[in-house]
Structure formats: structure tokens, C-alpha cells
């Protein structure tokens, strides 16, 4: 189902925006290409973690594997401003450039420095508010240019500000909504498979019926003497 709805998000990309995007300032915005990479997302943490889905993607696990696909998106990622530039802003990047870190992904669930890497505390602290630290990097980018339009030019210094003060505000939606939220969901998943373990144990042993009462004999009266 997933992958239907990524082909039928994919199909959608020329209606909703165009495989370029141009001088457009909002076409990148509307388009249905964020979802399709979303879904991608979601069709990869499926594959890992039923057992047939990981047997598929185990190959690519192995170290030999591991050299192609790093050096692939390393080289992508490093001349993606320039690729997407001289492409008019093409699509097409943006779906290589997910392909590409799904795979990396699939490389990173392999023991080996990277894992152990994501493994350390600072890399376990961006990665537990990284999807708020996603949603965020855009409005962030627009609320620090305007403070400080001297890091309107894309520069080193620009990244890390909007970076940092982007991971501030992802730590705060972290800690008073996510996590309150998430612990919600689990009393409300306790709570119902604690009912349905109730009902499955009634309907299991239904109770003995209650037994009929006995009719209880009376004597009879004594008949008339004979005189």
C-alpha cells in the first residue's frame, strides 16, 4: 500500500508543481514530492522491521556494499547546491538524493564506525528531535535572515546559526509536546489491550451456569379415618 501511494505521489509531481521548478518561490512548496520522500521513509522502516523485508535489504548491509553507496551520496550531497542550479531545480535530484539516503540508512544498520557514531550521546540528541528539527530548518532559515540579514548570504556561519537555534526550539516541542504526547498514546494502548485481555479472558472461561433449584416434595396430607 505504501508503494502505491509513493508511484500515485510521484505521478502527481507534474501536475502539482513540475519536474522543474524554476523562479518559481512557491512550486517547490505545493508540490507532492516532500510526501513521496516521506513515504519512503515509512516503506524502508517497514521492510526493516518485518523479518522477509530485512532478508531482502540484508546484502546491503555488508561492508563491500557499504564503500559504492557512501561514496554515492557523499558525492551528491556535496554538489547538490550546484546539480540543483544548473537543473533549473530539478526534481529528479531530489528523488536520487532519497533513494540514496535510504540506502545509507540500510548501511548504518550494520555494526561499523558509523553505527557506533549515531550510537553517542550528542548523535542520540539530535536524532530524538530530528523530525522537528526537519519541519523547523525552513521557518527558522526566514525568522534568522530577518533578524540578522547578514547571514542572508548562504554561507558556513548561516548553517550552523540556523542549525543551532533551530535544535533549541526542537529540544523545547521535544520535551512539553512530543514526549507528553507519545506517553499519552501509550497509557490510552495500555489501556485498551488491558480491556481486550479481559474480554479475551471471559470468552475463554465462560461462567458455569447456575444450577436449577431442586422442587422440593411435600408430604401428602393424611386421608380420612374410617369410622
Not at 522502516?45 to 563491500?64: D, N, V
Not at 530577518?146 to 520535551?175: E, K, M, S, W, Y
Amino acid at each position: 500500500m505504501v508503494g502505491t501511494a509513493m508511484v500515485v505521489l510521484l505521478a502527481l509531481v507534474p501536475v502539482t508543481s513540475g519536474w522543474t521548478v524554476g523562479s518559481s518561490p512557491v512550486a517547490l512548496y505545493t508540490s507532492t514530492i516532500h510526501y513521496f520522500i516521506l513515504a519512503g521513509g515509512c516503506l524502508l522502516a517497514i521492510l526493516l522491521h518485518y523479518s522477509r523485508g530485512y532478508a531482502a535489504l540484508k546484502p546491503l548491509t555488508h561492508p563491500l556494499a557499504a564503500i559504492p553507496i557512501v561514496a554515492a551520496f557523499a558525492v551528491l550531497h556535496t554538489n547538490f547546491d550546484t546539480l540543483w542550479h544548473e537543473t533549473n531545480q530539478n526534481m529528479l535530484l531530489l528523488v536520487g538524493y532519497a533513494v540514496l539516503t535510504m540506502l545509507l540508512l540500510i548501511v548504518l544498520v550494520s555494526p561499523g564506525p558509523l553505527r557506533r557514531l549515531l550510537g553517542t550521546a550528542p548523535m542520540r540528541f539530535v536524532g530524538e528531535r530530528s523530525y522537528s528539527l526537519y519541519l523547523l530548518q525552513g521557518p527558522v532559515h526566514f525568522v534568522v535572515v530577518q533578524a540578522v540579514p547578514g547571514l542572508a548570504v548562504n554561507r558556513t556561519v548561516t548553517g550552523v546559526t540556523v542549525f543551532l537555534v533551530a535544535l533549541a526550539i526542537a529540544d523545547l516541542i521535544h520535551r512539553w509536546v512530543e514526549k507528553p504526547l507519545i506517553n499519552a498514546g501509550k497509557r490510552v494502548i495500555a489501556r485498551k489491550g488491558a480491556r481486550r485481555e479481559e474480554r479475551e479472558a471471559v470468552d475463554s472461561h465462560p461462567p458455569n451456569p447456575a444450577p436449577s433449584p431442586r422442587r422440593r416434595r411435600f408430604p401428602s396430607a393424611p386421608g380420612p379415618r374410617s369410622g
